[in-house]
Structures are given as structure tokens and as C-alpha cells.
């Protein structure tokens, strides 16, 4: 069992940068795929970035690459997602996602991206990107 907690979120000018964090309890940290969706409101939860179990592959949706970078900290049992270039359009709700997707390694980000394969899930944070 994981239990995932984020920190970090607020309200940022646009250009500007935060960086969330999300801790999990759970001697199995280490074997999970981690991952960042956000809900904008009236908008479905879509896919951020996702990171594998030993860091060795990262995932980007599209609308994020090359501003955010997600990261991870196997023996503080952390994972976080350093977002610049900030803009009204990044606004939602953050939440953080664990799971045992060992069998994402061979089929890369079209098996990282999908929601329903994490088991475990944050609370959220709220990120507000004023323009």
C-alpha cells in the first residue's frame, strides 16, 4: 500500500516557475512508475509526465515538454515535477500517481500516459497561473 501527499502548489504569474512535490509512505516506492495528471476545471484529468521505477526513461505530454521536469528520489521515497515557463493554461489541480507498471518499459509513453493504470493517487494540489 502507497500513500502519496503533494506540496507545493499556488498562484504564479505567468512565466514564472513552482515546484511541486508529492512524498509516499510504502516500503515499495522504489518499484513504482510515478507520475503527474492534472484536472483543469469542466476538462478531463489528462497526463502530464511520469517517470519510471529507477528514473531511467521520462514521459512528457506534448503541451509540456522541454518547460517541466519530472524527477525522483528513490531513498527520501519523493518524486517531483519542476515547472518554469508557467502559463494560464497550465491552471488545474496536480496530483501525483503510483504504480507497478514494470510492463510499460517495453511499450514507452502510450502505457505511462494512461490514468487507469495507477493504482494510487494523491489529493491534488492547486496550481494558479495568473496572466
Known amino acids: 500500500q502507497v500513500q502519496l501527499v503533494e506540496s507545493g502548489g499556488g498562484l504564479v504569474q505567468a512565466g514564472g516557475s513552482l515546484r511541486l512535490s508529492c512524498a509516499a509512505s510504502?516500503?515499495?516506492?522504489?518499484?513504482?512508475?510515478m507520475a503527474w495528471f492534472r484536472q483543469a476545471p469542466g476538462k478531463e484529468r489528462e497526463f502530464v509526465a511520469a517517470?519510471?521505477?529507477?528514473?531511467?526513461?521520462?514521459y512528457y505530454a506534448d503541451s509540456v515538454k522541454g518547460r517541466f521536469t519530472i524527477s525522483r528520489e528513490n531513498a527520501k521515497n519523493m518524486v517531483s515535477l519542476q515547472m518554469n515557463s508557467l502559463k494560464p493554461e497550465d491552471t488545474a489541480v496536480y496530483y501525483c500517481?503510483?504504480?507497478?507498471?514494470?510492463?510499460?518499459?517495453?511499450?514507452?509513453?502510450?502505457?505511462?500516459?494512461?490514468?487507469?493504470?495507477?493504482?494510487?493517487w494523491g489529493q491534488g494540489t492547486q496550481v494558479t497561473v495568473s496572466s
Open positions: 510504502g516500503r515499495t516506492f522504489s518499484t513504482y512508475a
Open positions: 517517470i519510471s521505477y529507477n528514473s531511467g526513461r521520462t
Open positions: 500517481a503510483g504504480g507497478g507498471l514494470a510492463y510499460c518499459s517495453a511499450l514507452g509513453y502510450g502505457c505511462y500516459a494512461v490514468r487507469s493504470r495507477y493504482g494510487y
